[in-house]
C-alpha cells in the first residue's frame, strides 16, 4: 500500500516543479535580492500543487475510464486496484488544502492579489485530468506545463523575493526557458503512452503529431530554451556559457534515447529529463550567485 502511494507521487517528476523556483530565486539574485522563506514556501507549494496534480490525475484518469492495468508506464494504485477511488480523491483535495494553507503564508512578502494567482494554479492541477475538458485530453498539457511549471513559479517566485515587476526582463525569458525544458518531460511521458491514449480516445499531442514530429519537437524545446534565454546570457560572464553548452549536451544525449527506446524503456528517459532541467537550474542558480550584487545574504529574520 505504502509503495502504492509513493508511486503516485511520481517521485521522477518532482524536480521539475523544483526547477522552476530554484530559477526564479536565481533570477531575483541576479537583482539583487534574496529571501530564504519566500524561497522555502515557493519551494513547498511547487512540491504540494505538482503532487496534488498528480494525484488528480491518476483518480480522474481511472474514473474517466483511461487507464488500464500493465501499463507501460508507472504503475498507479487506483488503477491495481491497490488503492481505493475513495481514498485518492480525499489525499488529492487534502493535499490541494495543504498548499493552499503554504500558499497564504506568501501574503506575508505579497499583495493579496496573489490569492488569484494561487487561485488559479490550483484549478489548473484539476483541470489537467478533470473537469469537462481536461487538458491533458485534448492537447493542451504541454501548454499548461509551460505555464504554470515554467512562466508562473519562476516569475511569481522572482517577485516574491524582490517586490518588484523590474526583474521580469531576466525572469520572463528565464521562466519561458524552463516551461520548455519542463514540458519535455510531459512529450516523453505521453510519447511512451502514444497507443494507449490513442485507444482511449486521449489526444495528447504525440497523439495528435505522431512521434516523429514530437521527438523533433522534444529535441527543438531544449534548443529553444538556450536561446530564448540570450538577454539573460548577455548579463553574466562570457565562460557561462558553458551553462547552456552543458544542458544541450545532456539533452542531446537523452534526445538519442528518446529517438530508439520503446515501451517501459522509456520511464528512465522521463526521469533523466527531469533531472537535466534540475541541473540546469542549479547550474543558473550557481551562476547567479557568483555574478550577484549582494555582499551577504542576509541573516535577521526580519529580513527573510
Request: with cysteine; aromatic share 10%.
Amino acid at each position: 500500500m505504502i509503495k502504492s502511494w509513493i508511486e503516485a507521487i511520481r517521485l521522477r517528476t518532482l524536480p521539475v516543479s523544483i526547477a522552476g523556483v530554484i530559477a526564479g530565486t536565481g533570477c531575483a539574485m541576479m537583482s539583487g535580492s534574496f529571501k530564504v522563506l519566500p524561497a522555502l514556501l515557493c519551494i513547498v507549494f511547487a512540491i504540494l500543487a505538482q503532487i496534488a496534480s498528480n494525484f488528480g490525475n491518476e483518480y480522474y484518469d481511472f474514473k474517466n475510464g483511461v487507464d488500464r492495468k500493465g501499463r507501460d508506464g508507472f504503475r498507479r494504485g487506483v488503477t491495481e486496484g491497490e488503492i481505493s477511488p475513495e481514498a485518492m480523491k480525499r489525499v488529492t483535495f487534502a493535499t490541494l488544502a495543504l498548499a493552499t494553507i503554504v500558499g497564504c503564508a506568501m501574503f506575508i512578502y505579497g499583495p493579496w492579489w496573489l490569492v488569484i494567482v494561487g487561485t488559479l494554479i490550483m484549478l489548473a492541477a484539476l483541470a489537467y485530468s478533470a473537469g469537462p475538458y481536461p487538458l491533458s485530453h485534448h492537447g493542451l498539457g504541454d501548454l499548461a506545463v509551460i505555464i504554470f511549471f515554467g512562466v508562473v513559479p519562476v516569475t511569481f517566485t522572482c517577485y516574491l523575493q524582490t517586490g518588484t515587476w523590474e526583474c521580469i526582463n531576466i525572469a520572463l525569458p528565464t521562466s519561458v526557458a524552463v516551461g520548455l525544458l519542463a514540458a519535455n518531460v510531459l512529450v516523453v511521458n505521453n510519447y511512451r503512452d502514444m497507443e494507449d491514449d490513442a485507444c482511449v480516445g486521449k489526444h495528447t499531442t504525440v497523439v495528435i503529431f505522431g512521434r516523429k514530429f514530437m521527438s523533433i519537437a522534444y529535441l527543438l524545446s531544449g534548443i529553444a530554451g538556450m536561446v530564448v534565454m540570450t538577454p539573460v546570457w548577455l548579463r553574466l560572464p562570457l565562460w557561462l556559457l558553458l551553462i547552456p553548452a552543458t544542458y544541450l549536451l545532456l539533452h542531446l544525449r537523452t534526445w538519442t534515447v528518446l529517438c530508439k527506446a520503446q515501451g517501459a524503456e522509456l520511464n528512465p528517459l522521463l526521469g533523466r529529463t527531469a533531472i537535466n532541467l534540475l541541473l540546469f537550474a542549479l547550474m543558473f542558480l550557481a551562476a547567479c550567485i557568483g555574478s550577484s550584487s549582494l555582499t551577504e545574504i542576509p541573516t535577521d529574520i526580519c529580513h527573510l
